[in-house]
């Protein structure tokens, strides 16, 4: 059952205290709550529905505070079991924290955020001494499957400090994060264990899941299971483990209420990111499982098969709230697309421009700013001509917007930085996909994203560095993205998105966002087919290669002005048969300011 709020008398002054007040008993045994997060040994992770305001006061107030504070030299220096307020890289929210790790590596912390059950390692700089609501208990509390057990898998499948195969935590975390979930729980064994799973329900549809693990056969009841676990580990014995690169990459949801959906008044579309362990996607189970060696395939094909059935379970759960949203009125507005009449006749090459009329990009793009990777140093280009590729294109009225990846380097500096980048990539490519879960990004987000190159072959995927564009509704599996590399927007399903190392942000953004010099659309009445022959004439240039003049460089976050040539002397502007047709209309020099 769930009672009425929790008021506590609210203290935001820092003190210095020595641990923030353990959590207090729930309100009930049995409740509606959204978990936030799934741990490595399977451990739920929720907030007592009766606490719901406090928690979604303390992110909000304790943000507004540090949002714009600078660290301190006292700020810098931490020993382990120190509280603190920490800021968490991907939303630049703040949070209740606590030092758990001295990590050796460039300096960094393990912070467990008290009330959320994440750990995350940050930076010094991302910490802060005070303490405040240290009169408030921490408000994570937990709960454990105590009477289930995972079907144990070579040590290669799971990472060294996971008692649960990742794949498995992967589909559990589908299935209660960011779900109202019905639960009856035993009190924990004794003081400070977990409280014990009795029962578990989805709120939507009343799915029992327990039973769903136990026919998913990923799970066994407890003690079934041992002689089949010896079997395996001396099978996996010699073999490699799993990395633990993203062993402390579980990262904090954004403060917003718990409620359950007849209390609550923020939608759950607005609730930021809730990712789960460092994990492969369900997608990927077949691929890692397929370089294990020595093989075992008819036990590898049955398991393979079991999770593809698990996987199904998901979709159809996540069907069904589709089809409650539907019949409960919420209408899907379809995502916008290309114009039928203009996509015609053009190839797939310049559909890769990605060119659409956007009311909102410029709002959400600088949205996205905000949290954004730091820029290419090239504000001592100005007047220079550089190699270039244009990745895409937009109209914010009066002006055509394009973002541009650059061939070659202006100077020394910007050499260095594409040479870190081109590293990085293959970094990503490797190591992206281990990444946490961001099951609902809010707006802003730095995250990674995998993203199908060529739709003849879906199962090659790029991964991308990005910002998330807008929360995704009203498809609340599909995510706008910029990829902050290419400058292209994308919709990808929320599976394909993950939490970003903070290492992977410290490389510049690669795309330059550009506003072409003098062109005016202000008085175009056919908007749609002069900006199709635009893409038409980049996209049949044979190399990709422009010449990019800069005019005039960025300062304050605002786009380079730029003009666009055919040849590295600037002769011959690369849009001119638009000029001289009257469809770009070119302002005069004069009104260059």
């Known amino acids: 059952m769930v009672g009425p709020d929790i008021v506590y008398p609210v203290a935001i002054h820092s003190a210095e205290v020595k641990d923030w007040l353990p959590s207090e008993p729930l309100s009930s045994l049995e409740l509606r709550v959204k978990p936030t997060y799934v741990d490595y040994h399977c451990r739920i992770y929720f907030v007592d529905p009766a606490k719901a305001t406090i928690h979604s006061e303390i992110g ?340 055509i917007s394009i973002s541009v990846v650059l061939l070659e380097p202006p100077n020394e500096e910007v050499r260095t930085i594409m040479a870190e980048f081109t590293s990085l990539q293959s970094r990503l490519q490797a190591e992206a996909k281990d990444q946490p879960l961001l099951r609902v990004p809010g707006p802003g987000m730095k995250c990674v994203a995998s993203i199908v190159d060529d739709e003849d072959e879906p199962s090659k995927v790029t991964w991308y560095r990005a910002c998330v564009l807008k929360l995704p509704e009203p498809k609340p599996n599909i995510v706008p993205l910029l990829c902050v590399d290419t400058g292209i927007t994308e919709e990808v399903h929320v599976d394909s998105v993950r939490a970003i190392k903070e290492e992977w942000t410290r490389v510049p953004a690669q795309a330059l966002t550009c506003i072409l010099h003098g062109v005016d659309m202000e008085f175009v009445s056919d908007e749609s087919s002069v900006m199709a022959e635009f893409i038409r004439i980049l996209a049949n240039r044979d190399d990709d290669m422009v010449y990019v003049k800069i005019v005039k460089c960025s300062f304050n976050g605002e786009s380079l002005l730029v003009e666009i040539y055919e040849d590295p002397e600037h002769t011959v502007l690369l849009y001119q048969p638009l000029v001289d047709s009257g469809s770009f209309v070119l302002e005069d020099g004069d009104d260059e300011e």
């Open 60 to 399: 909000t107030v304790l943000t507004a505070k540090y949002k714009h504070s600078s660290v301190r030299d006292s700020d810098l220096y931490w020993s382990e079991g120190q509280v603190c307020t920490v800021r968490y890289h991907l939303d630049q929210c703040w949070y209740r924290g606590k030092i758990v790790k001295l990590e050796d590596e460039e300096k960094k912390y393990g912070v467990f955020f008290v009330d959320y059950g994440n750990t995350e390692s940050c930076t010094p700089t991302e910490l802060r001494k005070e303490a405040c609501y240290h009169d408030i208990p921490t408000l994570a509390m937990c709960c454990v499957f105590d009477e289930l057990t995972p079907v144990p898998v070579p040590a290669d499948e799971q990472p060294a400090k996971s008692e649960w195969p990742v794949s498995t935590l992967d589909l559990i975390h589908k299935l209660v994060v960011d779900n109202f979930i019905d639960v009856v729980l035993l009190p924990p064994v004794k003081p400070g264990d977990p409280y014990r799973v009795k029962e578990m329900k989805l709120a939507k549809n009343g799915e029992n899941i327990v039973e769903l693990l136990l026919n998913s056969k990923l799970v066994t009841p407890r003690g079934k299971n041992k002689k089949h676990k010896k079997k395996v580990e001396a099978s996996a014995r010699d073999h490699p483990m799993a990395e633990k690169s993203g062993e402390l990459h579980a990262a904090p949801i954004s403060s917003k209420t718990e409620n359950p959906p007849a209390t609550s008044s923020k939608t759950e579309e607005a609730e930021a990111a809730k990712p789960v362990h460092a994990s492969t996607s369900p997608r990927c189970v077949g691929e890692k499982e397929t370089q294990c060696v020595p093989p075992v395939p008819a036990k590898r094909k049955m398991k393979e098969e079991v999770v593809d059935d698990m996987a199904s379970i998901v979709a159809r759960l996540d069907l069904e709230q589709d089809e409650h949203e539907s019949n409960t009125g919420e209408e899907s507005t379809p995502a916008e697309d290309m114009d039928p009449e203009q996509a015609i006749n053009i190839d797939i090459k310049a559909l890769k421009l990605s060119w659409f009329e956007a009311t909102e990009l410029e709002t959400l793009c600088r949205e996205a700013l905000d949290y954004s990777f730091p820029s290419l140093p090239i504000n001592s280009s100005e007047g220079k001509i550089l190699k270039a590729k244009v990745e895409f294109v937009a109209t914010l009225r009066p002006y």
